[in-house]
C-alpha cells in the first residue's frame, strides 16, 4: 500500500456488465489524465471483485475478445483481471455454511430467544 495513491472517488452503480464498462472507462480516462496510457498496454490490474462483480467484467471482457472494435469497449479492458478476494471468500463460506446448516441455526436460536421470535429465512441468491 506505500506506492498506493486515491486519485479520484466516484460514486457510481454497478448492476450490469454496462455500468462496469462504464466505470472502466472512468479508470482509462484516469490512467490517460497521469499521462500513464501505456501502463495499461504493458502491465494487467488485479480487480477484486464479488460474484456479480466478477460476472459482469468477464461478460465486458468476452463482448470485447468477441467483437473486437465492434464493441465500443476500449482495448484496454484486457488488461483488467477479475478475482475473487479473501472477504468474499469468507462471506461467501458463511453464507453456505448458514444455508446448509439453517435447521440447527433456528432450533439453538428458538431455544435462546423462544418460539415467537422469527430467525432470518434461508434464501438463496441468484444471480
Given amino acids: 500500500m506505500k506506492n498506493s495513491k486515491l486519485i479520484d472517488f466516484i460514486l457510481h452503480p454497478l448492476h450490469n456488465a454496462k455500468d462496469y464498462i462504464e466505470s472502466a472507462n472512468i479508470l482509462f480516462t484516469t490512467f490517460e489524465k497521469i499521462e500513464q496510457e501505456d501502463y ?3 502491465f494487467i490490474i488485479p480487480t477484486i471483485c464479488d460474484w456479480p462483480g466478477q460476472i459482469n467484467l468477464r461478460r465486458a471482457i468476452t463482448l470485447r475478445l468477441n467483437k473486437k472494435d465492434n464493441s465500443r469497449i476500449p ?3 484486457l488488461s ?3 478475482m475473487i478476494g479473501p472477504l468474499h471468500v469468507s462471506l461467501n ?3 453456505t455454511l448458514f ?3 439453517h435447521f440447527f441455526f433456528e432450533m ?3 431455544n435462546l430467544f423462544g418460539e415467537n421470535k422469527v430467525l432470518a429465512q434461508n434464501k438463496a441468491k441468484t444471480y
Fill in 93 to 95: 463460506s458463511r453464507e
Fill in 80 to 82: 483488467l483481471i477479475p
Fill in 75 to 77: 482495448s484496454q479492458i
Fill in 99 to 101: 444455508q446448509i446448516y
Fill in 40 to 42: 495499461l498496454n504493458n
Fill in 108 to 110: 439453538v436460536y428458538h
